[in-house]
């Protein structure tokens, strides 16, 4: 695998079932943690600002970019279908795990990756030693709506329209909006909200079944996910110790990567019960 220097993390690319993935890995550290990133975003993105003072504190980190997501490959849909689901990416994740010769590791997920992470823990419970959720989606209210109404085309018009821009503005996805690849990704889960879904996938009702420590890391001032998140997770994940970040938003291992590292440092360095 030929890598690319991309400051603390390096790419490289991986295989799994056809499709082309690319892998931003740290390449050393004594504990590893696997990174996985929101939807509209990347692994580079998402964790090369966080990924220097967790190396410096003796972390690997490994941030794979999901399939459609940055460079890695997009696959190739059904006419009308999406191969899109919470156990899609699950299974294409821990191929990267098997790939980094990771074994077993602390799982960080972001949003829609944290989705991603708790399917993953349920799916493939030997790859995972603990938790890590950040501003993690599927727990609010708002977003059952979208298998309901997610499939409507009017919303990627509004996407795309000046209208969709304002909005994403007014929510703080200005920039996440702007992008045409963005918008396109929205359009490739328009069917795939379903099997995205925490309830409709069923994963919300296995939940129970997580026996792994859980570290929740909340910005306060998400203004794309209701405040009551972190209560919402604390119920459903009982085993979860919850850290508020201040200053910042939806991404706080973006906004505040020295708080988030240190945060992350004592949650893995706790023994496990």
């Known amino acids: 695998m030929e890598s690319q220097p991309d400051g603390v993390l390096s790419t490289y690319r991986v295989d799994v079932d056809g499709l082309d993935i690319a892998v931003h890995d740290a390449g050393v550290g004594s504990q590893s943690i696997l990174a996985i990133h929101g939807f509209g975003s990347d692994g580079l993105s998402s964790y090369e600002t966080v990924a220097a003072p967790l190396r410096e504190a003796g972390f690997r980190i490994v941030a794979p970019d999901l399939p459609g997501f940055g460079l890695s490959r997009r696959p190739s849909p059904e006419l009308g279908?999406?191969?899109?689901?919470?156990?899609?990416?699950?299974?294409?994740?821990?191929?990267?795990?098997?790939?980094?010769?990771?074994?077993?590791?602390?799982?960080?997920?972001?949003?829609?990756?944290?989705?991603?992470?708790?399917?993953?823990?349920?799916?493939?419970?030997?790859?995972?030693?603990?938790?890590?959720?950040?501003?993690?989606?599927?727990?609010?209210?708002?977003?059952?709506?979208?298998?309901?109404?997610?499939?409507?085309?009017?919303?990627?018009?509004?996407?795309?329209?000046?209208?969709?821009?304002?909005?994403?503005?007014?929510?703080?996805?200005?920039?996440?909006?702007?992008?045409?690849?963005?918008?396109?990704?929205?359009?490739?889960?328009?069917?795939?909200?379903?099997?995205?879904?925490?309830?409709?996938?069923?994963?919300?009702?296995?939940?129970?079944?997580l026996r792994v420590p859980t570290l929740l890391l909340w910005g306060v001032n998400d203004r794309l996910l209701p405040r009551t998140v972190p209560g919402r997770v604390a119920r459903r994940l009982p085993q979860t110790a919850v850290h508020f970040v201040g200053s910042a938003g939806h991404a706080p291992m973006v906004a505040q990567p020295d708080v988030v590292a240190a945060a992350i440092k004592a949650f893995v360095s706790l023994p496990a019960a």
């Open 81 to 209: 279908m999406s191969p899109y689901s919470l156990s899609f990416f699950a299974k294409h994740v821990a191929a990267v795990v098997d790939a980094a010769n990771l074994s077993t590791c602390v799982v960080a997920g972001h949003s829609m990756g944290a989705k991603i992470a708790l399917t993953l823990a349920l799916d493939y419970p030997e790859k995972v030693e603990k938790l890590i959720l950040i501003n993690p989606g599927g727990f609010s209210g708002r977003e059952r709506l979208l298998p309901l109404f997610g499939h409507l085309g009017v919303w990627y018009k509004v996407l795309a329209s000046s209208r969709g821009r304002r909005l994403g503005r007014a929510v703080g996805l200005g920039a996440f909006l702007s992008s045409k690849r963005t918008i396109d990704q929205v359009r490739d889960f328009r069917h795939a909200h379903r099997a995205m879904d925490l309830r409709h996938s069923r994963t919300l009702a296995r939940l129970n079944e």
